[in-house]
């Protein structure tokens, strides 16, 4: 379990870096094959919109991973540019491999 917990959070860092450089290539690695993302403004896009480039300049601060089995749920605040964003990630497992299955936003 502390093996799973250690590998989300990585992975959640890892999401944050490649949004921030803009690399979807490497984003979509951690995207499971298909998602529901829900923006701050509540507008749900799908992975293919998703993946779009959008740089930034983000920060990210962990509050909390809970697994369940082959299902997570990460929750955490990321910063850009002063603006503060709460986010609930649900990852599962694909083959071995954690992936983001379900992402919401919402304004702090």
Known sequence: MQADITELIRRNEKINEEENSGNVQELGK????????????????????FLKPNPGNRTIQIESVHVYG???VVTCVVTDSGVVTHNIR?????????????????PV
């Open 30 to 49: 951690y995207v499971a094959s298909e998602l529901a993302f829900q923006r701050r403004d509540g507008t749900i896009v799908n992975r293919s919109t």
């Open 70 to 72: 082959n299902r997570a």
């Open 90 to 106: 649900l990852f599962v497992k694909e083959g071995s491999e954690w992936r983001v299955l379900g992402w919401a936003n919402e």
